[in-house]
């Protein structure tokens, strides 16, 4: 990212989302959170006209698939068994961040000249190095609808996120529940206080130092306790809240003189994105606070229309959240294989549409809410 104009990136990018921002994006180089060590080696690339970027794509060469929350192990084992090679393959995403968002950029009213020179400049260097797949993760709509309309296999998947319908403070959204949920997330909230548990949310200007080590411990705490490769670092994340203040909102619980637990958000001009947790002391209901509660709460007061929360969690639904349809774009270099997966596609395909029908009577609403 450190050969690309910060400033050219940045005017790229749409809504301010900041884990698109060069920033961003280059801080995860700068502290190591991407290269050799972990898989995730930077492959971005950059389109200029007479010297000014007019198109870019945040793009990597793989040789592991961690972190990127559309699994594939199943197709990585089918080209171990055929004795192929799945590893190198490109993906174009925000490493480990399901969230979704830009991942084909271009000059505002030129897409349809510039995405396809992004598109076959992946293709090329997939052909390039060897990789057996590009892979376009959570892409905006438009990049969706682009890439599947040059053929790229689609995969389907569901998050739970969270919609302002212009909600002037939490009661108001609570009102628009069923009264078995408004008075579950009600018990749960007071539980928390009962403990004798305070919140704070801070931004890059507000946090101290002391905050952000704190932050820090908890999310090394989470990672080797459940997820076990913690990729993320102090550095990471006091450099982005130092040059992405506003972007950042830290969500601290402090007892009796201590700080307990913490959780980390990010916010574009329109969402709220989700991203850790950790604690050193459990609190019923403290979990679902910190990290879904606090972020409604700054959304009704920051005028944010929508909260994705991160990936997966049915328990989400309960406390406000939707089911939303989430894609992925697909390239298959080896024609032996494409056939194949277009098949398992379509088939995943199905059994998401499924699941999303069966989840629809447990959507907490008194009445039906536009996504």
């Not at 998050?159 to 628009?176: E, G, M, V």
């Not at 507000?206 to 076990?228: I, L, P």
């Not at 549409?353 to 069966?358: D, M, T, W």
Request: aromatic letters at 12%.
């Amino acid at each position: 990212m450190s050969e690309i104009p910060a400033g050219a990136w940045n005017g790229l990018v749409r809504d301010n989302n900041p884990l698109l921002r060069h920033e961003f994006l280059d801080a995860m180089e700068r502290h190591g959170c991407v290269g050799e060590r972990f898989g995730w080696l930077p492959r971005h690339i950059a389109v200029y006209r007479d010297g000014v970027l007019v198109a870019a794509m945040p793009l990597y060469e793989k040789y592991n698939s961690y972190g990127e929350f559309v699994f594939d192990n199943a197709w990585a084992d089918a080209y171990h068994r055929a004795g192929l090679a799945y590893f190198p393959k490109l993906v174009s995403a925000v490493p480990y961040t399901p969230a979704s968002g830009q991942r084909l950029l271009a000059l505002p009213g030129e897409e349809a000249q510039l995405y396809p020179v992004l598109l076959e400049t992946a293709l090329q260097l997939a052909e390039r190095i060897g990789a057996s797949s590009f892979h376009c993760l959570f892409p905006s709509t438009d990049g969706f609808e682009f890439l599947a309309g040059k053929g790229l296999l689609t995969r389907h998947d569901v998050q739970f996120h969270w919609h302002n319908h212009n909600y002037r403070d939490f009661d108001q959204f609570l009102a628009t529940l069923v009264a078995k949920k408004r008075k579950n997330i009600r018990q749960e909230r007071k539980r928390v206080v009962d403990a004798g548990v305070t919140l704070r949310r801070l931004n890059g200007r507000t946090a101290s130092d002391a905050d952000w080590r704190q932050f820090t411990h908890f999310y090394n705490k989470t990672f080797s306790e459940k997820w076990g490769t913690a990729t993320f670092n102090y550095g990471f994340f006091r450099e982005v809240a130092d040059r992405l203040p506003e972007r950042v909102l830290l969500v601290l619980a402090d007892r009796a003189g201590e700080c307990i637990a913490g959780s980390l958000m990010y916010q574009s001009d329109s969402t709220l994105y989700g991203r850790h947790w950790g604690t050193d002391r459990r609190v019923d209901g403290l979990h679902f606070e910190a990290c879904y509660y606090q972020g409604i709460e700054h959304c009704i007061e920051q005028g944010l229309g929508c909260f994705e929360p991160g990936a997966q969690g049915e328990h989400k639904l309960s406390r406000g959240f939707v089911p939303t349809l989430t894609r992925s774009s697909h390239w298959i270099r080896d024609d032996g294989f494409r056939e194949p997966i277009a098949r398992y596609t379509e088939h995943e395909q199905a059994a998401i549409a499924n699941y999303l029908e069966q989840l629809q009577p447990s959507i907490p609403y008194r009445e039906a809410v536009p996504g």
